[in-house]
């Protein structure tokens, strides 16, 4: 049994209009709920295996939150740019070639793909949009990822910051 949980970046800045799209730093919003969502991960007893982030930077400054929250190592954060932007089909790619011996892969990344990775994955979620800081948690009926699809997939939790059901 394997674990996959999405987790869209936290809420970036757009002060300043002349950065780069992949340059753009979290906003305030940004840096309170990236903590707030570790910390419910935290209180679920989450620790990923991998923290696979695009190279985007509020993608980073999000994995490098959640990596902080949950204690893992700094080695546990992986940058792979093809996750900046990525669509459904290439974000499945990146998953299936992940390494059998990581458990519990958590994957911070961009909508529209985190979006559609989850309704393809989780045919019943059915949801229009992942909010920023949205949390998607997966259990994933394999021994290797190369076999991830819908009918391995089981939805475990799905959370985001103005989620006051559940906490």
């Excluded at 300043?16 to 209180?43: I, K, Q, V, Y």
């Excluded at 993608?59 to 490098?64: C, F, K, Q, S, V």
Aim: aromatic share 4%; charged share 25%; with cysteine.
């Amino acid at each position: 049994m394997k674990r996959l949980t999405l987790f869209r970046h936290a809420k970036s800045s757009w002060n300043d209009p002349g950065l780069p799209d992949n340059e753009r730093p979290l906003s305030s919003r940004g840096e309170r709920d990236a903590p707030a969502m570790t910390a419910r991960l935290a209180a679920r007893g989450e620790r990923p295996d991998l923290i696979l982030t695009s190279h985007a930077l509020r993608a980073t400054a999000t994995a490098r939150v959640i990596a902080a929250g949950l204690g893992c190592a700094d080695e546990a954060v992986r940058i792979e740019r093809r996750l900046y932007l990525a669509p459904l089909e290439t974000l499945l790619h990146v998953l299936r070639e992940q390494d059998d011996a990581d458990q519990h892969v958590l994957v911070v990344g961009h909508n529209p793909g985190l979006t559609d990775t989850a309704n393809r994955l989780l045919p019943t979620l059915v949801c229009d949009n992942l909010p920023t800081s949205a949390v998607v948690a997966i259990a994933v009926d394999v021994d290797r990822w190369v076999d991830l699809g819908p009918t391995a997939c089981r939805l475990l939790y799905y959370d985001y910051p103005k989620n006051t059901v559940g906490r």
